[in-house]
Each structure stands twice: as structure tokens, then as C-alpha cells.
């Protein structure tokens, strides 16, 4: 059997997001990383010691990683033979059918197959539905050598990508018990963080799905209980949520999170779709995925009319300061963003709007913004009747009251939809004579 060249090269096969984040933080810990990306752009991109994506830090890491001569990019999946570890960080979009698709990781294995060798460890850290390590990759891989094949859910937020991958505990599971034991040893030895380890790779591929279920279904609860806040009045939902969170439950307390105008992003508006069409294959109609999907995703009409309805009662107005685009506080990532179904919404209801995101600027196109965005945040707020903070942005929070109650109409409304101003924030802005409304506040 011919010796693999290192213990401490690792391939990361898909070098978008995920496969950046994790390919420049194993390289900072001293492994010798090589991507393999179909991508020019993200190839030259990373040559140039620059980050593919938008994320804190990450061009920082990439940058050293590269002079440093630790991360090489390439797109010959033959470049997995020189390693001991091959990570797996392709695309699983979702087909029409709210099933994965999971073309591109079946691709990338059989790409990469030909070059493994025995005793090396195949990883897979793309979201997939149940059994996709074991039924559809495991055969590919191991075909041609006796390789480890192992799942390990990425369970990282971005906006906090770095930080994240280094801290939070680690899951894995293995095709058999070898991999599960190659897999664990591979974390521990590679960040200084919790390995958990189940039993096999279709319970590590659940977590990753039970949590964005938890995550997804517990801010549908926190959107309802804010919903019968605005109905019933004098109220604040986030004042209710943090009482109720004091309550010790088993281990640990209840746990309801923060509402807002909407659910963005890849994961958490793809995933509960994963979880019911599973439960159709196999004769379920789970219910939990629906009711937090379809909760969540009305939460943007909401918006529009909750801003629409406290207008009108406050003697109209049509001019509106939109501020914030990403569904991400400090990113520009407007993937599924639900701040475009508002927009569009006002837009229909009549209202003329202005739109700023200092993070979005420039990337108009990819997320189907139906008008130019505004680069001047005080030519966006002039004379606005209303300000909607539809994201948290620090260059939002860092506004003063008194100066922007100088930039809007007398009396405006300032709309709260993801910025979560305290009661003495709230106080003050009323001290200037402008109105506040919040998402169940
Ligand atoms: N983005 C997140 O916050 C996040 C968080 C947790 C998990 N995930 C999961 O991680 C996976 C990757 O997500 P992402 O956001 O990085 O996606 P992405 O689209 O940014 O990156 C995927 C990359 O894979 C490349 N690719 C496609 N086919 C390939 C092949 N055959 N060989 C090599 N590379 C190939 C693409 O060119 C692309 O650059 C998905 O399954 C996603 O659900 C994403």
C-alpha cells in the first residue's frame, strides 16, 4: 500500500463558503490545506491571498495561510492523494421537490475516487438528507480503496464563521465503527474543541437537521408569542421571552429566541423542507417543519403590514428609509433574505422607498433587489416618514437618535425589525419626538 504523504494534509473538496471557512482555519492550526474548486474565481481569489466570500477574519487567515506557502488551491481532484484527511464541502441546493440535491457531492466523490488510497479518511461536511454518506457516497469511495468515511455536520453561523468553527463542539459518525474512531481522532487532534461522537454516520447527519429544526420551529414560536403581543397591547414580547427564559427546564432553561421580520439564509429555510420530505418517503406528514417554514416565512408580509397599519394610524406618510437588505447583522449575505419580501410588499402597498446596506452595496443583482440601493445613509434617511432597521447592522447602531431625528420628518416612525432597541433606547428615540414600533413591542 503506498504511504499517503502527510498526516497533517487535509483536501477540502468545494471551496465556497463552508470549504473556505474550514480550509483557512486548518491551515492557521498548521495543517498543509489544499482546496479543489471547480470555481476560477474562487481559485484566484484565494492565489491572490484573498477570501472568496465575505466573512470576518477570513481574508486575514487566508492571506498568511497562502504566503506562508500552508493553503494551495487547485481543481485536480487528484490532489487528494497527497492527504490523510479529505473533506467534503460541496453545494446541496434544493431540487424543485424540497428534496437535496446532492448531484454535486455524488460528482465530487467520484471525481475524487480514482486517487484515494487506503487508510485515508473521506469526510463529508455538506447538509444532506439521512443516509447519503452510507448509501450514496461510501459505495463511490470505497470502491476503488479501503478508505474511512465519516459525516460531520458544519453547524457554523456565519457572521461568526471563524470564531465558531474553533469553538463549538464537533459531531461525528461513521459508515462503521473504524471511521467514527478516525473521524473523532482527526478533530481532536485538529481544533481544541468537544468531539461528540454517535454511533454511526445517519444519527450525525440527523443532528445537523434536529438542530436547524429546533433553531427554525423556536423563532416561529417567538414570532407568534410577538404577533399576540401586538394584538393584545402594552406589551413587550422580548420583556415576556426573557422572564420566561429565567425557567430551569431538565438541564437547562427554557430557551425561547428573539422574533424578527423573517428567516434568511441557506440552512434554516432549507432544511425543515429536508426534514418533511423525509418524513413523506417514508409515509409521515410531520408537522413541526410546515408550521415553523410557513410561521416564519409570513413573518415578512407581517412586517409590511405592521409598518403599513402604524402609518396609516399615524397619519400616513410615504416615504420610507429602508436599512438593511442581509438577513445577517454584519454581512452582506442576502441569501433568502426576507427584507425582499418586505420591500416588495411596501412597494406594492404604494409606499416610495430608499434602500441602504453598506454590506450589500455593489451585489445588487444576486439578491433581487427591485430597486438601487441608496449609498448615502443620509440621503436615504431625508425627510423619511418611516425608518425600517430591517437588519442589525453595527454601522446601524451606531447612529445617534439625535442626529437621525435631525434627518427624518418630525414625528417619524422608526420600525425595529431586527435591531432590538432596549426600553431606555426606545425612550430616548420617543424623546425626540419619534414613534417606535417593534415586532411584538
Ligand atoms: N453557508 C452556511 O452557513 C452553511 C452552514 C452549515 C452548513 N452548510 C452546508 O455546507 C455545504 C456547503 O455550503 P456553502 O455555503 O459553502 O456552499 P457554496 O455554494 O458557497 O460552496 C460550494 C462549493 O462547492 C463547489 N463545487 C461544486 N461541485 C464541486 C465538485 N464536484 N468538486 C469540487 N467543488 C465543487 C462550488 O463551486 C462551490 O464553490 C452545503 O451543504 C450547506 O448546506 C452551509
Same mark, same amino acid.
Given at each position: 500500500?503506498?504511504?499517503?504523504h &502527510? *498526516?497533517?494534509?487535509?483536501?477540502?473538496v468545494?471551496?465556497?463558503?463552508?470549504?473556505?471557512?474550514?480550509g !483557512?482555519?486548518?491551515?492557521d492550526?498548521?495543517?498543509d /490545506?489544499?482546496g479543489?474548486?471547480p470555481n476560477?474565481?474562487?481559485?484566484?481569489?484565494?492565489?491572490?491571498?484573498?477570501?472568496? /466570500?465575505?466573512?470576518?477574519?477570513?481574508g486575514?487567515l487566508?492571506a498568511e495561510?497562502?504566503s506562508?506557502?500552508r493553503l494551495?488551491? +487547485?481543481?485536480?481532484?487528484?490532489a487528494?492523494a497527497e492527504c490523510?484527511?479529505v $473533506?467534503?464541502?460541496v453545494?446541496t441546493?434544493? +431540487?424543485?421537490t424540497c428534496?437535496?440535491?446532492t &448531484?454535486?457531492?455524488a460528482e !465530487?466523490?467520484?471525481?475524487?475516487?480514482?486517487?484515494l488510497?487506503d487508510?485515508q479518511?473521506v469526510?463529508?461536511?455538506?447538509?444532506?438528507?439521512p443516509?447519503t454518506?452510507a448509501?450514496?457516497? %461510501?459505495?463511490?469511495?470505497t #470502491?476503488t480503496a479501503a478508505?474511512?468515511v465519516?459525516?460531520c455536520?458544519e453547524?457554523?453561523?456565519?457572521? *461568526?464563521?471563524? =470564531?465558531?468553527?474553533?469553538?463549538?463542539?464537533?459531531v461525528?459518525?461513521?459508515?462503521?465503527a473504524?471511521?467514527?474512531v478516525?473521524?473523532?481522532?482527526?478533530w481532536?487532534?485538529?481544533l481544541d474543541v468537544?468531539v461528540?461522537e454517535?454511533?454511526n454516520?445517519?444519527? %450525525?447527519?440527523l443532528?445537523?437537521?434536529a438542530?436547524?429544526l429546533?433553531?427554525?420551529?423556536?423563532?416561529?414560536?417567538?414570532?407568534e408569542l410577538?404577533?399576540?403581543?401586538d394584538?393584545?397591547?402594552?406589551v413587550?414580547?422580548?420583556?415576556v421571552?426573557?422572564?420566561a427564559?429565567t425557567?430551569?427546564?431538565?438541564e437547562?432553561?427554557v430557551n425561547?429566541?428573539?422574533? &424578527?421580520?423573517g428567516?434568511?439564509?441557506?440552512c434554516l429555510t432549507?432544511d425543515p423542507?429536508?426534514v418533511?420530505?423525509?418524513?413523506a418517503?417514508?409515509?409521515l406528514?410531520?408537522q413541526?417543519p410546515q /408550521?415553523?417554514?410557513?410561521?416564519?416565512?409570513?413573518?415578512? $408580509?407581517?412586517?409590511?403590514?405592521s409598518?403599513? =397599519? +402604524?402609518?396609516?394610524?399615524?397619519?400616513?406618510?410615504?416615504r420610507? !428609509?429602508?436599512?438593511?437588505?442581509?438577513?445577517?447583522?454584519?454581512t452582506?449575505d442576502?441569501r433568502f433574505?426576507?427584507t425582499?419580501?418586505?420591500i416588495k410588499? @411596501?412597494? #406594492?402597498k404604494?409606499?416610495?422607498l430608499k /434602500?441602504?446596506?453598506?454590506f450589500v452595496e455593489?451585489?445588487e443583482?444576486?439578491c433581487d433587489l427591485p430597486? %438601487?440601493l441608496?449609498?448615502d445613509?443620509?440621503?436615504t @434617511?431625508k425627510? !423619511?416618514d418611516?425608518v425600517?432597521?430591517? +437588519?442589525?447592522?453595527?454601522?446601524f447602531r451606531e447612529?445617534?437618535?439625535?442626529?437621525?431625528?435631525?434627518?427624518?420628518?418630525p414625528g417619524? @416612525? $422608526?420600525?425595529?425589525g431586527?435591531?432590538?432597541f432596549?426600553r431606555?433606547?426606545i425612550? #430616548?428615540? =420617543?424623546?425626540?419626538?419619534?414613534?417606535y414600533?417593534?415586532v411584538?413591542?
Open positions: 500500500m503506498p504511504a499517503v &502527510s *498526516r497533517k494534509a487535509v483536501a477540502v468545494g471551496f465556497g463558503y463552508i470549504g473556505a471557512v474550514i !483557512a482555519v486548518l491551515a492550526r498548521g495543517y /490545506v489544499v479543489i474548486e476560477e474565481r474562487i481559485r484566484e481569489s484565494v492565489r491572490a491571498g484573498d477570501a472568496p /466570500v465575505p466573512e470576518p477574519g477570513l486575514e487566508i495561510a497562502v506562508e506557502g494551495t488551491i +487547485t481543481d485536480d481532484p487528484a487528494v490523510q484527511t $473533506l467534503i464541502s453545494g441546493p434544493l +431540487t424543485a428534496n437535496a440535491d &448531484s454535486q457531492i !465530487a466523490a467520484r471525481a475524487i475516487a480514482p486517487h488510497r487508510g479518511l469526510m463529508l461536511k455538506s447538509t444532506v438528507p443516509r454518506t448509501d450514496l457516497i %461510501a459505495p463511490i469511495v #470502491e478508505v474511512h465519516a459525516f455536520p453547524r457554523l453561523a456565519e457572521g *461568526r464563521a471563524i =470564531e465558531e468553527f474553533r469553538t463549538i463542539p464537533v461525528v459518525g461513521g459508515v462503521d473504524e471511521s467514527t478516525a473521524a473523532a481522532a482527526f481532536r487532534e485538529a468537544e461528540v454517535v454511533s454516520s445517519l444519527g %450525525a447527519e443532528v445537523k437537521l438542530d436547524n429546533w433553531i427554525d420551529l423556536n423563532i416561529a414560536l417567538a414570532n410577538a404577533q399576540l403581543c394584538k393584545l397591547g402594552g413587550d414580547v422580548l420583556e421571552i426573557h422572564a427564559n425557567l430551569p427546564k431538565v437547562h432553561n425561547i429566541l428573539v422574533p &424578527s421580520i428567516v434568511g439564509g441557506y432549507k423542507w429536508f418533511h420530505a423525509m418524513g418517503d417514508h409515509g406528514d410531520l413541526t /408550521v415553523s417554514r410557513r410561521v416564519n416565512d409570513a413573518m415578512a $408580509l407581517y412586517a409590511a403590514e409598518i403599513d =397599519e +402604524t402609518l396609516r394610524e399615524a397619519g400616513g406618510g410615504k420610507i !428609509a429602508v436599512l438593511g437588505v442581509a438577513f445577517k447583522t454584519d452582506g442576502c433574505t426576507p425582499i419580501p418586505v410588499s @411596501l412597494l #406594492e404604494g409606499y416610495e /434602500v441602504h446596506d453598506p455593489g451585489h443583482a444576486e430597486l %438601487a441608496e449609498p445613509l443620509a440621503e @434617511l425627510d !423619511a418611516c425600517a432597521f430591517f +437588519t442589525g447592522h453595527r454601522q447612529i445617534s437618535t439625535e442626529w437621525l431625528a435631525g434627518q427624518v420628518r417619524a @416612525l $422608526l420600525f425595529d431586527r435591531m432590538y432596549s431606555e433606547q425612550a #430616548e428615540i =420617543e424623546s425626540f419626538g419619534l414613534a414600533k417593534g411584538g413591542r
